[in-house]
C-alpha cells in the first residue's frame, strides 16, 4: 500500500499531503497549510495546503481543456476506469478505513464499511450508465405539425463538475459524485472537506491510477472559508454538486452564478410515534437513527412529536435501549459505536444548545455530559420549538420529545420548518401512514423506519434549505447530464 501512494505526501512524521493539479501532485505555492487533528485524541495527523487562486484556476482550466476529449471517449472506456476504482477501493479497505476513522472520529468498522459501500455503490452506477440515453421525436406529435422534422434529444455531459464532499462521510458522499459525473463524460474538481481531506486525497490518487487521462480529475484543498468562493463562483464550473450545511450551501448557490446545483444540505429530520405504533421497534430506530456516529448525520433523528400519552411509554424504552446499546468511547476499540464529535468547536455548539433548552424548560432525561468532544447521548423532554436545538438542525447525539395534542400540529409543525430532508411515521396502520406521509412536505418520508439515504438506488432528495435536485443512482447519472437538442429538417 506504501508504494502505490508513496506520490501524495512528504511522508513526515506529521505528512503535509498535496494537491493533484493539472495531472502532477504538488504542493501549494501558498506556503499555507491547515493541521488536521483527531478528534479521538487531540493529536495533528496531517496537513493539507490552502490552495492559492492561481491554483484552483489552473485546475479548472485543466479540467475544462480535457472535458471535450473525455466526453468523446467511448463508454466502455470510462466504464473501465471506474471498474477499477471499485477493485482498488475494495482491495485497500482495511488499511484506508482505519486512516479515515483516525482523521474524522468514525467507529473503524463503519469506516471500513464506507469504503466497500462506496465500491458497490461503483457497481451500480455502471450497470446503470449503460442504459442511460435520448430519444428522437418527431415533428408530427404536435397538433397542425406534419412531418419534416425529427429532434434528435441527446444526454450529454454538463462540462466540469465541482464536487464538494462532507466530512462524516468524506469518501462515499465523493464517490457518489465523482464516479457518475466521470462515466456520464464530465471532469472534476474534487475539494473535500477540511476533515477528511487526508482520506480525500488517498481516494483521489484511487482514481488517478484508473486510468484517467490528464486533467480528467483534479483535487484542490483548504477550508470552505479560505478558498470557497474562489471556487465556486468560477465561471467555468458547470455544476456544483455539494453535500453539507445549509448555510454553506445557501452561500454557494448565491456564489455561484448560473451554475447548476446538486445539493444535499441540513436534515433536523422529525418522527412522529402514533399511539398504535410498535414501541420495541419504534425504540430501535430512535435510538440507532439519533445516536448512531454520535449523532453526525444528515438523516439522523433529531425530534420525536406525539401524544403525552404515547410519549410517556416511549422515551423510558428508549433510555434503557439507550444505556444497553449505544457505547461511547475510542472509535477504534471493537463495540464502541459513538465516538467523539468532529471538533471541539462543534461540541461547545452542541452542549450550549442541550444547556440552553434546560434553562428554558426542557427535561434532560438522559446524558447531557460531555468530555472534550465526546458528548454523552442526550434524551431531551418538554422540548418546544423554540428551543434552538429544536429549529437548528444539531449535528450532534441529541434528540428532542415534543408533546403535542394532536398530530395536526406535528405535521404543521414539520411544514413550518426550514428543512424538508426527511421524516418518519411510526404507526402498524399503514394507510394512515400513506395518508399523513403525503401531507408532509419533506423528500422522502419513512414509514416504520428511521430517516436514512438508502438503498442508493433509490430518489433521495431534500425540498426547502435540504437540498437541490435528486439524487441515487439513476437520478445522479441524468442530474450530471444535459439534454441536447439536434433538429434534423428534412429536405422540401
Not at 481543456?65 to 477499477?84: C, D, F, H, V
Not at 416511549?314 to 464529535?341: F, H, Q, S
Not at 452542549?351 to 454523552?376: S, T, W
Not at 394507510?431 to 416504520?448: C, E, F, K, P, W
Request: charge should be negative; glycine fraction near 10%.
Amino acid at each position: 500500500m506504501q508504494n502505490f501512494f508513496k506520490e501524495i505526501s512528504d511522508h513526515k512524521d506529521i505528512p503535509t499531503y498535496k494537491m493533484f493539479i493539472e495531472g502532477k501532485w504538488q504542493f501549494s505555492s501558498s506556503d499555507r497549510t491547515n493541521d488536521i487533528v483527531s478528534p479521538i485524541d487531540g493529536k495533528i495527523v496531517g496537513r493539507v495546503d490552502v490552495a492559492t487562486s492561481d491554483e484552483i484556476n489552473r485546475a479548472v482550466k485543466s479540467a475544462k481543456k480535457a472535458q471535450e476529449n473525455w466526453g468523446n471517449t467511448s463508454l466502455n472506456t470510462r466504464i473501465t476506469s471506474m471498474m477499477l476504482v471499485a477493485d482498488y477501493l475494495r482491495e485497500y479497505s482495511g488499511e484506508l478505513g482505519k486512516i479515515l476513522a483516525v482523521e474524522i472520529g468514525k467507529p473503524a468498522n463503519e469506516a471500513i464499511k464506507e469504503y466497500v459501500r462506496s465500491a458497490e455503490m461503483i457497481d451500480a452506477f455502471i450497470g446503470e450508465v449503460r442504459s442511460l440515453r435520448g430519444e428522437e421525436i418527431p415533428s408530427d406529435q404536435f397538433p397542425g405539425v406534419e412531418l419534416g422534422k425529427t429532434a434528435i434529444v441527446k444526454r450529454v455531459p454538463r462540462g466540469v463538475i465541482l464536487a464538494i464532499a462532507p466530512f462524516n462521510y468524506p469518501i462515499n458522499l465523493a464517490v457518489s459524485k465523482l464516479a457518475p459525473a466521470l462515466l456520464t463524460g464530465n471532469t472534476v474538481v474534487f475539494k473535500p472537506p477540511t476533515y477528511g481531506s487526508i482520506s480525500g486525497t488517498y481516494l483521489t490518487k484511487i482514481f488517478v491510477e484508473s486510468g484517467l487521462p490528464e486533467g480528467v480529475i483534479q483535487l484542490i484543498t483548504g477550508a470552505g472559508s479560505q478558498i470557497g468562493t474562489k471556487t465556486t463562483g468560477h465561471p467555468d464550473i458547470a455544476m456544483v454538486a455539494f453535500t453539507g450545511s445549509s448555510e454553506a450551501g445557501e452561500t454557494i448557490c448565491n456564489n455561484s452564478g448560473m451554475a447548476d446545483c446538486l445539493f444535499e444540505c441540513g436534515g433536523n429530520n422529525p418522527l412522529i410515534v402514533l399511539s398504535d405504533a410498535n414501541l420495541d421497534l419504534t425504540t430501535e430506530h430512535i435510538s440507532k437513527g439519533a445516536f448512531s456516529y454520535s449523532g453526525q448525520r444528515c438523516t439522523g433523528v433529531k425530534k420525536i412529536y406525539g401524544l403525552r400519552a404515547t410519549l410517556d411509554k416511549v422515551i423510558p424504552r428508549v433510555v434503557e435501549y439507550t444505556k444497553a446499546n449505544m457505547k461511547l468511547g475510542d472509535p477504534m476499540n471493537k463495540g464502541i459505536n459513538m465516538g467523539p464529535v468532529i471538533t471541539e468547536k462543534a461540541a461547545h455548539t452542541i452542549m450550549r444548545r442541550i444547556n440552553d433548552a434546560v434553562k428554558q424548560g426542557a427535561e434532560l432525561v438522559y446524558g447531557g455530559n460531555a468530555d472534550g468532544p465526546y458528548i454523552e447521548p442526550t434524551i431531551l423532554r418538554n422540548v418546544t420549538e423554540k428551543m434552538e436545538v429544536a429549529h437548528m438542525e444539531t449535528f450532534g447525539p441529541v434528540i428532542s420529545f415534543i408533546e403535542v395534542d394532536n398530530i395536526d400540529d406535528a405535521i404543521e409543525m414539520i411544514n413550518d420548518s426550514k428543512y424538508g430532508l426527511q421524516a418518519s411515521i411510526f404507526t402498524e396502520d399503514e394507510g394512515t401512514g400513506l395518508s399523513l406521509a403525503d401531507r408532509i412536505n419533506t423528500g422522502t418520508v419513512q414509514i416504520n423506519s428511521n430517516p436514512q439515504r438508502g438503498p442508493d438506488h433509490f430518489p433521495f432528495m431534500g425540498v426547502k434549505s435540504s437540498g437541490i435536485g435528486v439524487q441515487g443512482i439513476r437520478y445522479s447519472l441524468e442530474a450530471m447530464t444535459r439534454l441536447k437538442s439536434v433538429v434534423l429538417n428534412s429536405p422540401h
